[in-house]
DNA sequence: GTTTTACTGTGATGTACATCACATCTTCAA
DNA sequence: TTGAAGATGTGATGTACATCACAGTAAAAC
């Protein structure tokens, strides 16, 4: 069965019956988009979040000048969306565009809602999620704040080593919040 | 009754009889610190987080060179704390230290388990107030990212009028990150 | 296989900001 | 009430970065 990873990523915090995690799978709703392309568009409505289960892609910001800012990474066992619309029910400020082709798993919020409901440990499970995804953000705007730029890129490259390699470093210097060129001075 | 402001917030999202909430609120513990005090101090072990009834804190980083960051305020029906060690049990990194003389109630980390763990609707709280964290910060990072420092002084100002009145100049400039002076100079 | 596109590195230039210093006013502590 | 401490604004100076331009290499598209 080809979504054993799902369940694997569930069971790295919950204990879940073959039954249950069948029924919870049964919400989710498989999608599979090239490389450059649009999972999500800025003025979108933003019903989903997605799981990776494979493939690369990046949450991004066009600013009125159309400069890219990069917000947001997502590889395998992690989960994107525009946060702040998809809890408010709101359209896109961010575009979601794969980097490479992708497989992912989209979960609407109402989904996410039911099934919590229905299951205290599936509530706990993004509870967890949540606060890690808090905890590690907060580092984030930490680095932001009191590191130099050569700091900020040596965490990065600390935290996610396999992720550089396949991202290409404009966009991984969008991220850490400076230009391309400055990004390649530092080697 | 001088605690119905810690009731009434937790049924902004959830509704509690009056024995649940007296049940909920025996795992708090109260405490009253002076203005220019610390409530957490870095490389404390992290085993609670608080709500604030009243007053104001902010939690820093503390650079190597003594230079003061600021990471977080909490005024009136905030939660504060160092998030990733209170999630990771470990020590923190950040200090919190008051602005105004506070009275804030403290919540473990193990009695947050526990009652999140007796009451699936405390679960779905802290998983609401979870993913409205995320995406605050979420687009804090943004205006960091994107918007200029009179951009993003003019957000927070939209965002927290009341708060900016309560704080000194440094510590907002510092939040913003830049200097006391720099800030001075948009007026 | 060839052409086009994307990616990366480097040089030159201008500027927004940090830093340091100082002055003034307000608030706090004794 | 007085002196000390804190807060804020302003001027001067130096620099880290963005921006623009260009060149070369690698990857993608046809």
Chains 1, 2 share one sequence.
Request: hydrophobic fraction near 35%; include cysteine; glycine fraction near 4%.
């Amino acid at each position: 069965m080809d979504d054993d990873q799902l369940k694997k990523h569930f069971e790295e915090i919950i204990a879940l019956t073959n039954d249950e995690y069948e029924y919870i799978r049964s919400h989710f709703k498989r999608r599979i988009i090239k490389r450059k392309r649009y999972l999500l568009q800025a003025g979108d409505k933003v019903t989903n979040t997605f799981w990776v289960k494979k493939g690369l892609l990046v949450a991004c910001y066009h600013d009125e000048s159309g400069k890219e800012h990069v917000v947001q990474f997502a590889m395998e066992n992690w989960w994107i969306t525009d946060y702040p619309a998809y809890f408010s029910q709101g359209n896109a400020t961010l575009s979601i565009e794969s980097i490479e082709d992708c497989e992912v798993y989209a979960l609407s919020f109402d989904d996410r809602e039911k099934i919590c409901k229905e299951f205290h440990k599936v509530e706990y499970f993004f509870r967890k999620k949540a606060n890690s995804g808090y905890a590690a953000l907060q580092r984030r705007m930490l680095s932001f704040l009191s590191d130099d730029i050569k700091g900020r890129y040596e965490l990065l490259l600390k935290q996610y080593p396999a992720l550089l390699q396949r991202v290409p470093k404009s966009i991984v210097a969008s991220y850490l919040g400076v230009s391309r060129e400055t990004l390649s001075r530092l080697h």
